[in-house]
């Protein structure tokens, strides 16, 4: 099978890169920008291809992408007009390179920020979000639409897997860090006033360990896919704030005999006393607070082994 990953020296790339590179014979196509970036071992076995390749020039590998059996897309652009020519153009435009009588299965990486707590599109995600979700979230639309349209269930959109990453950690010394991994060792300045407080949010998160494991069962087996309607999100299950912060605190041995609730009023207080600006996005999320979700998937859910299923797990792996 010829395995397609693109966005492959990143932090999700790594790690279903070398996933894929270790624990099957697949041909592998690892798409990079710059092959300086990407830190695996690409001489570990035959059948692993480095191809130097931009998504904003993605047509010049059009021969290529029609031999491809299964596509793993998770290069994205961040932000500005990069972010809609990423996520948005250029992506539909390898859906649309893709051989739908060659290609058997397309996992598309998205972003748990375009769905609501029952997994459906989030509309304010497309008004008001950043420029990544708003991109993603018009790649979404569009895709749902192109399944949708008579013969769909011939095209490529009928074989794309969305999945929707939570809070991604990960990363070490030999891969690049998530954003929220690269800042963790800040959380333990504020651990001692961390332990004072409790707060009304929820959230889900996962390890980008555990998405590439994830990745590989679901390469393995396709027919997964239809029991989520093809879309799936990534995540351990739901953590509440008072609960991470409890977890955080005894991780690094703090245990507060009283604690302060952190509610949207006191926020809003702050917020207008101190002039702060905020962007319409991050106001809104501070407003909606629980980022829960229907049926969150890590490994443990196909009865495989979870690498950080805990915040403790976390802390733990990231040597902190």
């Not at 963790?184 to 332990?195: C, E, S």
């Not at 997964?224 to 879309?231: H, L």
Request: charged share 20%; net charge neutral; proline share 4%.
């Amino acid at each position: 099978m010829r395995i397609l990953v693109t966005g492959a020296s990143g932090c999700v790339g790594h790690y279903v890169s070398e996933t894929l590179i270790q624990n099957t014979e697949h041909e592998l196509f690892l798409f990079v920008r710059n092959p300086a970036k990407l830190q695996l071992d690409i001489n570990a076995r035959p059948g692993i291809h480095v191809i130097q390749s931009d998504m904003m020039e993605i047509e010049q590998q059009a021969e290529l992408l029609k031999t491809i059996n299964v596509a793993v897309l998770t290069a994205a652009g961040w932000g500005g007009q990069e972010a809609f020519d990423i996520n948005y153009t250029k992506t539909h435009v390898l859906f649309d390179l893709l051989d739908p009588k060659v290609c058997e299965q397309v996992i598309y990486f998205s972003t748990e920020s375009v769905l609501d707590q029952e997994n459906k599109l989030l509309p304010a995600a497309g008004k008001i979000g950043t420029d990544y979700i708003m991109s993603k979230y018009q790649c979404l639309d569009k895709l749902t639409q192109a399944a949708k349209a008579p013969g769909g269930e011939n095209c490529i959109a009928a074989k794309i897997t969305t999945v929707f990453p939570t809070l991604v950690l990960g990363g070490d010394g030999k891969k690049p860090y998530s954003f929220l991994s690269a800042d963790l060792p800040d959380v333990i300045k504020y651990v001692g006033l961390l332990q004072f407080f409790t707060a009304d949010v929820s959230f889900h998160f996962i390890h980008a360990k555990d998405i590439a494991e994830v990745v590989r069962h679901l390469i393995a087996h396709p027919e997964i896919a239809d029991k989520f309607d093809q879309r799936i999100v990534l995540g351990n299950k739901l953590v509440t704030g008072d609960d991470g912060i409890k977890e955080i605190c005894g991780y690094f041995g703090k245990k507060s005999p009283f604690r302060i609730p952190l509610s949207n009023t006191i926020a809003n207080f702050f917020i207008k006393i101190f002039k702060v600006q905020m962007a319409e996005w991050d106001r809104f999320c501070l407003n909606y607070r629980h980022f829960s979700h229907a049926n969150p998937v890590s490994p443990a859910t196909f009865g495989l082994t979870s690498y950080a299923p805990t915040i403790t797990d976390i802390f733990r792996t990231r040597g902190l």
